[in-house]
């Protein structure tokens, strides 16, 4: 956990995908922080399970959700704002990918998939978000991006596209919500070891020719995405919008 205060407490925080690696981590240290933390993910079981693992407690709500369907998108933000009165963050951290070999020989399906959990989601739930954040002329919104959206890499196309997309997402909704004073940036992690990755950095052979690539000599744990998602969430970021940061161990610089 993070010693430093970063002016969460009370805040009230929506964490899409927070049943697991990534989202499991920043709910925990949110929680640490005195917000209060609303998880969604896709099945009930996981939840029970990341709710056991967080400690419980009255701070923190976890809610079934699909984020690529309007109307659970809908019941979501309905549940923070009842539960807890109101949204002051969000943090669009849901993704998924189907290894794709190419995309030239993708399935339509396959496209449709994989831009719906990483784009359509992130889009349906900042539209949620900042119909409200703007209401009260404040708020964060951090979506969690890919380095695969600025770098080609094997079995990510049509990933990588989508975080793209998600980047540029990212950028216009900074510029629409600015007079709000609504704060909107994206963190583009590397390969980070969570069960989404885990194709990759658990075989070996695999793993150590990922590391060749990153100057920083490993890859990712998630506690290496936190302080960057809380200082873009508190009020120490008021004058950053609009913003990818690459949070990569240099993999993007070689």
């Known amino acids: 956990m993070h010693s430093i205060a970063y002016g969460l407490e ?3 925080v929506v964490v899409t995908g927070g049943s697991r690696g990534i989202g499991l981590e920043l709910a925990r240290n949110l929680l640490a922080q005195g917000a209060r933390v609303v998880i969604c993910g896709r099945k009930q079981e996981n939840l029970t399970a990341a709710v056991d693992r967080l400690g419980g407690g009255a701070r923190l709500h976890a809610l ?16 923070a704002i009842e539960r807890f009165g109101g949204l002051d963050i969000l943090i669009n951290n849901v993704g998924m990918n189907l290894l794709t070999a ?30 409200i954040m703007r209401e009260k002329k404040q708020g964060k919104i951090v979506s969690i991006s890919s380095l695969a959206a600025a770098k080609a890499s094997p079995g990510m196309g049509i990933y990588g596209i989508a975080k793209a997309g998600l980047e540029m997402l990212t950028q216009v909704l900074a510029a629409e919500l600015a007079s709000c004073n609504i704060q909107v940036n994206a963190i583009a992690p590397g390969v980070v070891r969570t069960d989404f990755s885990k ?11 990922i590391v060749k690539t990153i100057p920083a000599g490993r890859i990712a744990e998630t506690a290496d995405l936190v302080p960057i998602c809380l200082f ?17 161990g240099g993999a993007s610089v070689v």
Request: aromatic share 8%.
């Open 10 to 12: 009370d805040k009230v």
């Open 64 to 79: 079934a959700c699909h984020v690529a369907r309007e109307g659970d998108v809908d019941a979501l933000f309905a549940a």
């Open 199 to 209: 194709p990759f950095w658990s075989t070996p052979a695999i793993c150590e020719q």
């Open 232 to 248: 873009l969430a508190s009020g120490q970021s008021d004058y950053i919008t609009g913003q990818t940061i690459m949070v990569d």
């Open 102 to 131: 190419s995309v030239v020989d993708a399935e339509l399906a396959a496209w449709n998939k994989i831009i719906e959990g990483n784009l359509t989601g992130a889009f349906l739930c900042s539209r949620a978000a900042a119909r």
